[in-house]
């Protein structure tokens, strides 16, 4: 798997880390990584007392991941084409 899409997957599932990967937005990178880090702290911390709650951040975390793959995919990809 080449670097573009390793950035992908890396972004989906800890957004900043494919940024660093992809050796893009760096200066940013860190800051949603500690975002992500701390969001799925508290994402885990209301799974059992707020369950409803939970399933609709999971869901906005979910499209939120989405959305930094596709980004990063996109910047990464442009970034080899030049």
Known sequence: MDRTRWAAVA??????????????KRD????????????????????ESEPTLYWVMF????????????DVYRLASAQNQT
């Open 11 to 24: 972004n989906f599932f800890l957004p900043g880390l494919g940024y660093l990967i992809a050796g893009i």
């Open 28 to 47: 940013i990178a860190w800051l949603w990584l500690a975002g992500a880090v701390t969001l799925t702290i508290v994402e885990f911390g209301i799974r």
């Open 59 to 70: 869901a906005a975390v979910f499209v939120m991941n989405i959305a930094f793959a596709i």
